[in-house]
């Protein structure tokens, strides 16, 4: 048997490892129930408003929920914007 297959489906796995959204992943809507769309689509709604009443304000962003990596460098999960660091007294 050839390792070629084996190298290939490797090389690919490695390749397709980067694939995927950064960040926050949003709830898709409900397929079934009318009471779930209707929930749904009050919750958008409200979070929509809240974004809209926020940028009018001039107010910050929502600070990132537990698991956003959007803010992180996909190379060392630090910050992207990390300050440097202070010099060391000599």
Known sequence: MSRLPLILAGAAALALTGCGKVGTLERPAPMWGAKAKAEYEAQQK?????????????????????????????????????????????
């Not at 926020?54 to 190379?75: C, I, K, L």
């Open 46 to 90: 409200a979070e929509a408003e809240a974004k809209a009443r926020q940028q009018q304000q001039g107010a910050p962003a929502a600070q990132p929920q537990p698991g956003d990596v959007s803010g992180h460098s996909e190379t060392t999960g630090s910050p992207a914007t990390t300050p440097p660091p202070p010099p060391t007294p000599q």
